[in-house]
């Protein structure tokens, strides 16, 4: 593991941040050929201090397709009505909305683009609709799977800060909001390896694949998508498991089991040139996973407020750090950020009620990264990793790159304190 330390500094002193925000529900536009209904869903929203949260109802008109297959990707949309949130001033922001949602009991997010948005005082807002994608879970075939709100989290960006409005439904999830009836055919048949993926001519290639109907299947060699002759037989279990043997004797560049839904996997012919054969050994050995500057970065302040006998909220900016994954295989990584306590330590005052949190972002910063990453969701950080980027494993395929991961901060202030300067280590993480 490879750490890294970030300082962020909180002054207590003069000047106060005084902002409003709008509560947010996410909106999604889908496709005509569509069943769409309407549900009243109580809300609870909490809302960045001083903007005070709210209860009420909120109607979500939503449209799904009537039917799909398990593992399908369909359209969503959601066009909420006003949310139940009154702000306090007039506001100019640019809002990205997180639609937590279950889908058939399967947790799944859905993210708006970013949207700027003007929400004048003492009126409710009402967040245009957007479209989004969610995923048929494996296993519903011959079901109509259920989907439910579970929470909706608005971002709000003001000149590039992050002021976050989180509303849950109660009770939490909340009623279906729409369905979709899952047909009872399988997920689409796909070609999953091949075995060797590289040879000469006479090379013999395992090809196995996924979700094929029991019984016979045959496999098929392509030259820029067009079959070559080289064909070959297999079977597929009651699980929908295929093995397909398969010789090649002519030049290809992939190999597929017959009836898979996309490409098959790729092939790498070798051409035996007569003559004199002088074999080239090239070793490539693997890189770091780290996160860096290893010497951290320079403490950042967060700004002065001044006790007025009310909670409280600074914001900031935490520098973006460099992830770099040269490892050369397929593994993921973590990187994970926990605080220490607020303190100056050389007066020995502290606020242990005040919380720091974060909005992560990840973005990768080489074009040629094999892969790409996630951040994290929204969040107070503790002493307690919370999980603030990722990079998926690969399972086959090639993974890694470099990366840039940072994010918004905010930190909540209780109502009184000592006047002082006050000092938190976050220190993120990388595994």
Not at 34 to 51: E, L, R
Not at 69 to 84: F, M, N, R, S
Not at 284 to 295: D, T, W
Not at 301 to 309: A, E, L, M, R
Request: proline share 9%; with cysteine; glycine share 12%.
């Amino acid at each position: 593991m490879s750490t890294r330390t970030l300082r962020r500094k909180l002054l207590a002193g003069a000047g106060a941040l005084s902002l409003a925000l709008t509560g947010g529900v996410v909106g999604l536009a889908g496709t005509a050929q569509a069943a769409t209904k309407t549900t009243p869903v109580f809300v609870k929203c909490v809302a960045p201090a001083p903007q005070p949260g709210a209860d009420g109802n909120q109607d979500f008109t939503v449209t799904l397709p009537d039917g799909a297959k398990a593992g399908d990707v369909v359209p969503i949309t959601i066009d909420p009505g006003e949310t139940p949130v009154v702000p306090m001033f007039t506001i100019d922001t640019v809002n990205t909305i997180k639609a937590k949602l279950l889908v058939g009991g399967v947790a799944q997010t859905v993210t708006s683009p970013a949207t700027p948005s003007h929400q004048e005082a003492n009126k409710k807002s009402d967040p245009p609709a957007f479209t989004g994608n969610i995923t048929v879970p494996d296993g519903t075939e011959g079901t109509t799977i259920q989907v439910t709100i579970d929470q909706v989290i608005t971002d709000a960006n003001l000149g590039g800060t992050i002021y976050t409005t989180t509303c849950t439904p109660e009770p939490r999830p909340s009623a279906s909001i729409g369905s979709v009836a899952v047909a009872a055919v399988p997920k689409d048949p796909t070609t999953t390896k091949v075995t060797p993926n590289s040879g000469k001519a006479g090379t013999a290639v395992v090809a196995t694949g996924a979700n094929f109907p029991a019984g016979p299947v045959t496999c098929s060699a392509l030259l820029a998508g067009a079959a070559t002759g080289d064909t070959g037989t297999g079977t597929a279990d009651a699980s929908g498991a295929a093995t397909c043997n398969l010789t090649v004797t002519k030049k290809a560049d992939e190999i597929k089991i017959n009836g898979s839904v996309g490409a098959g996997k790729a092939f790498v012919w070798v051409e035996v040139q007569p003559g004199v054969q002088n074999p080239v050994d090239v070793e490539v050995l693997p890189g770091p996973l780290a996160i860096g500057p290893q010497s951290g970065n320079p403490a950042v302040s967060f700004g002065k407020v001044t006790i007025n006998g009310k909670p409280q909220s600074v914001v900031g900016q935490f520098t973006a750090m460099s992830v770099q994954d040269f490892r050369g295989g397929s593994l993921g990584w973590d990187v994970t950020a926990t605080r220490t306590p607020f303190l100056n330590q050389t007066t020995g005052h502290s606020m242990a009620k005040a919380q720091i949190g974060i909005q992560p972002s990840c973005t990768v910063t080489n074009p040629d990264s094999p892969s790409t990453c996630s951040a994290g969701a929204p969040g107070a950080i503790t002493d307690t990793p919370m999980k603030v980027a990722s990079q998926a494993a690969g399972g086959d395929d090639l993974t890694g790159g470099e990366f840039a991961v940072g994010g918004g901060g905010m930190i909540q202030l209780p109502p009184f304190m000592f006047a002082d300067t006050y000092q938190t280590v976050v220190t993120f993480s990388i595994a």
